[in-house]
């Protein structure tokens, strides 16, 4: 499935080219957020944040929307009977702004098909393994605990899964023998907020493909001697 196909990105007003309006999920920080917003501004994607939507009233994501003036909401799931109508509540409110593509960022709640089946192949996670291995919380605990020498963050469509859609985009960090959950999540972070703007460029620009589980990005280059060994030995 080509998605530039049902992907409506509409010219900008003035420009020609393909906007995109994108509708950001948080719960926390908000760092992958203002990434976000900071590419739009910057015109390094052709794309803007239409709306924010938190689940917790005190996420500091909300001020950063509100810094630039972005209309947020907060919606919080403890005052919906189920999954549902918390998710009916977002689609509305996404539909209203009339968002395009959905970026899950350090969102803490699993979507249902509510939002699914609204926004088809059309809403992103970022998650900060490299998937499949560690889906869930604290991957990055848990990257520690196991061992890995090797981590990072991954871009992936979501699914009815917990993490578990096609992957669009890998960065991997090294992990260091003192690393900590905290040293490592900065690390990774870090490779977080090239990626995921990267990937809403990409879509922006209808140069994602979808082939069953394989996501195919068109004239990506692929680097030939590019890869990351730890330890080097
Ligand atoms: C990020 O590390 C993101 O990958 C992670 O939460 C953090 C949010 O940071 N998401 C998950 O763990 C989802 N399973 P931010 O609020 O500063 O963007």
């Not at 998605?3 to 509708?23: I, M, Y």
């Not at 929307?65 to 998710?87: G, Q, T, Y």
């Amino acid at each position: 499935m080509n998605l530039s196909d049902q992907s409506p990105a509409k010219a900008a007003p003035g420009t020609g080219k393909r906007f995109l309006k994108v509708g950001v999920l948080v719960s926390g920080n908000g760092s992958n957020l203002q990434s976000i917003i900071d590419h739009c501004e910057a015109g390094s994607i052709p794309a803007g944040v239409a709306c924010v939507i938190s689940n917790k009233a005190d996420a500091f994501a909300l001020e950063r929307a509100r810094n630039h003036s972005i209309p947020c909401a907060v919606l919080d799931h403890k005052n919906f009977p189920d999954r549902e109508s918390f998710d009916a509540a977002m689609v509305r409110i996404l539909r209203e702004h009339s968002v395009q593509l959905v970026a899950l960022a350090g969102f803490n709640r699993i979507v249902s098909p509510v939002m699914l089946e609204a926004f088809p192949m059309a809403i992103l996670n970022i998650h900060p393994a490299l998937l499949p291995a560690f889906p869930g919380n604290r991957a990055q605990r848990q990257a520690v605990e196991h061992g890995v020498k090797i981590a990072g963050c991954t871009v992936h469509f979501v699914d009815s899964g917990t993490d578990s859609g096609p992957i669009i985009s890998q960065a991997a960090v090294p992990v260091f023998g003192n690393d900590t959950e905290e040293t490592l999540s900065r690390r990774i972070l870090k490779e977080e907020h090239k990626i995921y703007p990267t990937v809403i460029r990409l879509y922006a620009e209808g140069k994602i493909r979808v082939e069953g589980r394989r996501v195919l990005i068109s004239q990506a280059q692929e680097p030939v001697d590019l890869f990351l060994e730890n330890p080097p030995l």
